[in-house]
Structures are given as structure tokens and as C-alpha cells.
């Protein structure tokens, strides 16, 4: 049987050890130093470095973000970015997220672990805000769902991923209006 903390206390060290030192570099030494256990612990677990990670990545997907439900469009924008940014400015997150897009550009595998994150994370949460926005009436039914989730979240993970340049003061406002204001021009 397999003890759930040496479980949690393995994926917590995985999360450290891609931060410090990336995915290439990683290894189950590594992971079983920073965790405190035997290299059998995480082997019983995962048979390999990718499927650690792809299995860490499957379950950010799952617990995805909470869905804002503040009653405006503008409103559960401006709360989805607060949470967002605040998730990517994290120290972890934002020496990981872009590791592992070096690395899904390498190997299909992590790609489409990514891929699938994303769909249902990010743009799970921003599909809801759509949907309740149309059912409000705030957009119109026939909204191109698509470009619509591409404009929701798009602006912030490009500034804050890519670029990597802080948000000034106000941003996340203005990103919301923005954002509100494009989707009601679809």
C-alpha cells in the first residue's frame, strides 16, 4: 500500500526540483533526495521522469481554477486574472511553466499532458465565464467560442510567461475591460 504523504511529499519535490534545476537536468535521485525517500519510493509510483510529470500535470488539469461567478463579465474577468497572475508570479510556477514548454516543443508526450491541462484548466474556467456571460446576455449565443477563449487567455499568460514583465498598476483592470469590451465585438 502506498502511503498518500510520501505520495504529496514526491510530487512537492518534483515541483522544487524542475524550478531548480529543469525537466532535462531532473532526475529520481533528485526527487527522492528533495522528498526524503528511497528512489523504490517513487518507482513504485511512476516508472519513469515523464510520467511523473505528466501525471503532476494531468492533476493541475483536474483541480484547474475556481470558476468566478461575480455576475458581470467584467467582474469574473478581473477575478480570473487576479488568481492567474497570482498563480504565475508564484516562484515555482514561473521557473516550470516555461521548462515544460521548452520541453513540450521536444517531446508529443508532455505537449499534449500541456495541451490537455490547458483546455481543461484555463480555458475550462474561461469557457464558464463565456457561457454565463451569454446567458446573462452579456454576449450574444452565436460568440465564436473559440477566439473568445483564445482572447480570455491569452494577453495575461503572454505578458506574464513569455515576456515576463511585471504588471503595472491598474493592468489587471484594464486587461478586463479590454477583454470584455473585445468579446462583446465578436
Request: aromatic share 4%; net charge positive.
Amino acid at each position: 500500500m502506498l502511503r498518500e504523504e510520501k505520495t504529496e511529499a514526491i510530487r512537492a519535490a518534483v515541483f522544487e526540483e524542475l524550478a531548480s534545476v529543469g525537466y532535462s537536468r531532473m532526475s529520481i535521485e533528485g526527487i527522492a533526495r528533495r522528498a526524503g525517500v528511497g528512489k523504490t519510493a517513487v518507482y513504485r509510483r511512476w516508472r519513469s521522469k515523464l510520467h511523473l510529470v505528466l501525471d503532476l500535470v494531468s492533476a493541475l488539469a483536474v483541480q484547474g481554477l475556481p470558476a468566478p461567478d461575480t455576475g458581470s463579465l467584467e467582474g469574473d474577468l478581473r477575478l480570473l486574472y487576479e488568481v492567474t497572475s497570482r498563480a504565475l508570479r508564484h516562484p515555482v510556477a514561473s521557473q516550470v511553466i516555461p521548462d515544460l514548454q521548452a520541453e513540450a516543443a521536444r517531446n508529443p508526450e508532455i505537449a499534449e499532458a500541456l495541451q490537455k491541462a490547458l483546455r481543461e484548466g484555463q480555458y475550462g474556467v474561461a469557457s464558464g465565464i463565456v457561457g454565463a456571460a451569454v446567458e446573462r446576455g452579456d454576449l450574444r449565443a452565436d460568440v465564436d467560442q473559440e477566439l473568445a477563449l483564445d482572447l480570455v487567455s491569452g494577453p495575461l499568460y503572454w505578458r506574464s510567461v513569455v515576456v515576463r514583465a511585471k504588471l503595472p498598476k491598474g493592468y489587471l483592470e484594464r486587461l478586463a475591460a479590454a477583454t470584455a469590451a473585445g468579446l462583446r465585438a465578436l
